[in-house]
């Protein structure tokens, strides 16, 4: 259809009515076709992809549910109402809300750390226009790649992506997630080019997360292979970051996979001047809770139904350690 006559009919009654904001009598006079003509082909036009919404509805939180978890594990936490199931529609409003705050607080020079994954995909996608007052800044990989894994594209089109609205240089961590051994670790952070890298992740000051659950079925862990999916199962495990593994009050697991990694502990993430959690899900509250009681995080953007389920978990744990 692209290339006739119907095509170029079909976008001069969509520009007219979505972008010139003209009644279908006026497109239908101006075109010089019916009324219904006109509605069948904006329809079209919508159907076909050529026309797409999107509904800005994150401008308000939930105040009293920001409150409890606040007064329960002194983190500061925005929670959205829950207006759909829709796993995906709940992560994108959370991301936009966060996009358009969240880099409020970071000052020019800073290096923010991120993982990769779906969240900071939707995150880094709802950043829709570059800010612009930073000019010395720097964002890079908490964490290496799955290898083989389509995550390894994507993450690297999520720095370039934040390096480009930030106006910030970027740089992923060149190596798997999980090696061979603890040799080949100490190798591979011998070579300049890595040890540059996962240094800069460990002395950023701020630190952009979110966290996966320990349940073996939500998870990428699982993409490690059978070996680290029955290893992990004998722990009482809360979630992962990264493929750092915690408990319940956020404490890493010392694992065999543990001296493998390549990735920065979680002491580390905790000594960062900001850590911001964005994590949407009832799978991820216990997860969510793990990092809120063991204060790896300091700010937290939740919708309610989450924030319902992470308050659940706490009530039945006791106080925060």
């Known amino acids: 259809m692209k290339n006739n006559e119907n095509w170029a009919l079909m976008m001069k009654a969509s520009k007219q009515y979505y972008q010139l904001g003209l009644s279908q009598d006026e497109i239908a006079k101006n075109l010089y076709i019916s009324k219904s003509t006109v509605s069948r082909l904006i329809k079209k036009s919508v159907e076909l992809g050529y026309v797409e919404f999107k509904i800005h509805s994150f401008g308000e939180t939930d105040e ?51 993982p990769w994954g779906k969240t900071i995909e939707y995150l880094a996608a709802n950043i829709t226009e570059p800010i612009e007052r930073f000019k010395d800044l720097k964002i890079c990989m908490l964490n290496g790649f799955l290898n083989g894994s389509i995550h390894a594209m994507r993450a690297i089109h999520i720095v370039e992506k934040l390096s480009t609205m930030l106006n910030a240089k970027g740089y992923v961590m060149p190596c798997p997630l999980l090696v061979q051994s603890a040799e080949m670790k100490k190798m591979l952070l011998d070579l300049p080019s890595i040890r540059a890298i996962y240094e800069m992740a460990e002395n950023a000051e701020t630190a952009i997360i979110s966290v996966g659950p320990f349940d073996m079925q939500h998870t990428y862990l699982t993409e490690l292979g059978a070996d680290v999916v029955e290893h992990l199962r004998q722990f009482d495990g809360a979630g992962n970051l990264a493929g750092r593994t915690y408990d319940i009050n956020g404490r890493e697991f010392e694992t065999d996979l543990t001296p493998r990694l390549m990735s920065i502990p979680l002491e580390e993430l905790a000594r960062k001047r900001l850590r911001v959690c964005i994590a949407v899900g009832e799978h ?38």
């Open 64 to 114: 009293a549910l920001q409150r409890e978890l606040e007064d329960e594990f002194g983190v500061r936490c925005v929670v959205l109402p829950t207006l759909i199931d829709a796993y995906s529609v709940r992560l994108n409003d959370i991301c936009a809300y966060a996009a358009g705050e969240v880099f409020d607080g970071i000052e020019d020079g800073e290096t923010i750390a991120f």
């Open 284 to 321: 991820k509250a216990r997860a969510i809770v793990g990092m809120m009681r063991g204060r790896i995080i300091n700010r937290l953007y939740t919708d309610a139904n989450t924030a319902r389920a992470i308050l659940r978990i706490q009530a039945g744990l006791g106080a925060a350690k």
